[in-house]
């Protein structure tokens, strides 16, 4: 498997997805302030992997004897729905209080991920039927992690059990995590994707050719979840046809302190949906709503499935 992100030398490299799938390069991040323009840039994204990456931002600033107080708040800016970023930039305060060097909490944090993205696995594994089709949004893989990934995590754990399932891939507009990451990461270990376009979901699911969804989240609170927008779409659509829909989240993107429709929905640039592949798709001026993420209601949800087990919507 592919890195999502690595530390050598007392830098921290981060695989470039912007470029992926067509090519494999790392940006090289010397301090935290470099981290904080990849995680804007989606250089590196997903709530895990950013949460990650924010980790080993406070390592940069310690290494760097900056002032920690300032480099928590500036990370914490980077990106503003996904809880994982907020919670980790507190784990790692919390252990450099404690005299724990942030490197090592960064370090351990990393392995972490990957420990309960494997739990989240094989709990997920429990609601996979043998011959089940199961469509996923966006990208909740390995590339979104430090590894192995929580929806793909779950799909993962189902392919290896053998399984016989088959993956539907939404392409997600507009930055195309669906198409580019998670076909990628299907393809990488010979697991039978499709990609379709975001508004055939909910005619493949009236024709019965979805048995489950499995999404990832940003923030798990009361009253549902946020993940990337089209998420929702997909939802109301799974309730219409009586289709199972998961949410597979660690507990690090529960935020248990405020209600979900409370979450900030980071609105991004009209860029990204004006142009594909750098080139307009209309006039220039054309007046954009680009909202990243969305909110799917907990009553949409049939289980958020979790390192502990599956629970239910909050
Ligand atoms: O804008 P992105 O690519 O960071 O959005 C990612 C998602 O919405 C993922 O589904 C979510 O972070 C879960 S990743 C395990």
């Known amino acids: 498997m592919i890195e999502t992100l690595y530390w050598k030398d007392n830098k921290l490299y981060l695989l470039d997805q912007r470029l992926l799938p067509h090519s494999i390069e790392y940006v090289e991040c010397e301090n935290y302030h470099e981290v904080i323009e ?7 994204r997903g709530a895990p992997a950013i949460g990650v990456s924010a980790a080993f931002a406070m390592a940069l600033a310690q290494l760097h004897d900056e002032d920690m107080t300032q480099a928590a708040h500036e990370i914490k800016s980077a990106r503003p729905t996904a809880v994982n970023l907020f919670w980790a930039v507190d784990e790692v305060q919390k252990a450099v209080d404690d005299q724990v060097p942030a490197i090592v909490k960064a370090k351990q944090m990393m392995e972490e991920d990957i420990q309960i993205n494997r739990k989240i696995g094989e709990h997920g594994n429990t609601v996979i039927d043998d011959g089940d089709c199961i469509l996923t949004h966006c990208n909740a893989g390995s590339l979104a992690c430090a590894g192995y990934g929580t929806a793909l995590g779950v799909i993962r754990a189902a392919h290896q059990s053998g399984k016989n399932i ?8 507009p930055v195309l995590q669906g198409a580019r990451l998670s076909v990628f990461e299907m393809q990488q270990e010979n697991i039978p994707v499709r990609m379709i376009v975001d508004s055939a979901a909910a005619f493949l699911m009236q024709q019965k050719r979805v048995d489950k969804v499995v999404i990832g989240a940003d923030r798990v609170a009361k009253g549902g979840v946020a993940n990337k927008i089209g998420s929702l779409m997909v939802a109301i659509a799974a309730k219409r046809y009586n289709i199972p829909f998961y949410v597979a989240a660690p507990l690090s993107t529960f935020d248990n302190n405020i209600n979900i429709f409370d ?29 990243a993420f969305d909110i799917v209601e907990s009553e949409l949800i049939t289980g958020i499935i979790t390192e502990e ?6």
Do not use: F, W
């Open 263 to 291: 979450t900030e929905i980071e609105e991004r640039s009209a860029d990204e949906v004006l142009k594909i592949n750098d080139k307009y798709i209309t006039s220039e001026e054309t007046l954009v709503e680009n909202p």
């Open 166 to 173: 088959n993956v539907i891939c939404d392409e997600t507009r």
């Open 309 to 314: 087990g599956i629970k239910k919507p909050l």
């Open 38 to 44: 990849a995680i804007k840039t989606m250089v590196v």
